[in-house]
């Protein structure tokens, strides 16, 4: 990891961004990533932040040196060779090497740098656009990028200045499996829960899209302002949905109201409710709309599409890591 200034202004998230990253890396080499358990993810972590925390580069090739020998000599209330053995430190170091030597690992050091600030910053006077692509990945992978993405986010969106007016809009979609509820927290858990409870004052709209409501935690679904809902199949995902729009009322009649109509609901067609409007509803059918994507993109086509130049008619660049 690159030191930045978030070590002086954020420590909280900045701590939060290393041990999703560290939790990346050593998911990559088949070892325990669980920060609150594993040895290797507190240790890594104490040798990082001492190196960030010092105005230096954290970097998985400065590092392989200290894991061995490290510039401590306890950690905790422990020794360092009580805590971590001097051969259970070399193994892990002629992991991490192998895992720095493979040309597979070179994948994941190119491209765009993670940096939030950069990616929102207008092209020519136009809006941007950043699409995150993670099909490619297996389902931890998976959750650990994208738990090191939203981390990045909300500390970029805690250094924004307060505004009522939207300058940015976070797009989640299919969030099933990355917000479920208590008792399970993947990586995504926490940084989207902030989010939600605070970008809005910060003028960044969070957008998440599922076919799985029961799968959400409540309090994503408490924190949401505006609610486009289809037809539920199930009473168990008409239940958690009622419950959430409406906000701890105990109308039973309003309940069952709500339940029948959600029922009801024919295709293309949504129960829109915005907090703004008390708990007024209202019924909306989108217009027919054509669109020339066809669907999932290939890795190939995707790199294809990056190096394309950009159509003329578009009205917004847009940018694939």
Request: proline content about 6%.
């Amino acid at each position: 990891e690159r030191r930045s200034s978030r070590w002086d202004e954020d420590l909280e998230g900045a701590r939060a961004a290393l041990s999703a990253a560290i939790s990346l890396l050593l998911r990559l080499v088949g070892r325990d990533a669980d920060p609150a358990r594993s040895k290797d993810h507190v240790y890594l972590s104490v040798l990082a932040e001492a190196r960030l925390r010092a105005g230096r580069d954290a970097e998985l090739g400065s590092l392989l040196s200290e894991i061995a020998e490290p510039p401590f000599e306890t950690i905790g209330a422990l020794p360092v060779d009580e805590f971590v053995s001097p051969r259970a430190r070399k193994d892990l170091a002629s992991a991490l090497n192998a895992l720095l030597a493979s040309p597979t690992f070179a994948s994941w050091r190119r491209g765009a740098t993670l940096d939030v600030a950069a990616w929102m910053k207008p092209v020519d006077g136009k809006t941007t656009a950043t699409i995150v692509s993670v099909a490619h990945l297996d389902d931890d992978e998976r959750e650990l990028v994208l738990g090191l993405l939203l981390e990045e986010v909300l500390t970029w969106v805690r250094g924004l200045s307060g505004s009522e007016s939207l300058r940015a809009l976070v797009v989640f979609d299919e969030v099933y499996g990355f917000l479920p509820p208590h008792p399970a927290s993947p990586a995504t858990k926490r940084p989207l829960v902030a989010l939600m409870k605070q970008a809005r004052a910060f003028g960044v709209g969070v957008v998440l899209a599922t076919q799985n409501p029961m799968d959400l935690d409540y309090r994503s679904l408490s924190n949401a302002g505006l609610w486009c809902v289809g037809r539920l199949q199930t009473d168990a995902d008409r239940e958690r949905v009622i419950e959430g729009l409406r906000g701890g009322s105990s109308k039973h009649d309003d309940a069952r109201a709500l339940a029948d109509l959600l029922k009801r609901l024919q295709p293309r067609w949504f129960l829109v409710r915005d907090v703004r409007d008390g708990e007024q509803s209202s019924l909306l059918q989108p217009r027919w709309t054509m669109s020339l994507m066809r669907g999932p993109m290939t890795r190939t086509e995707i790199r294809r599409a990056w190096a394309a130049p950009p159509a003329p008619s578009l009205h917004a660049d847009a940018s694939v890591a």
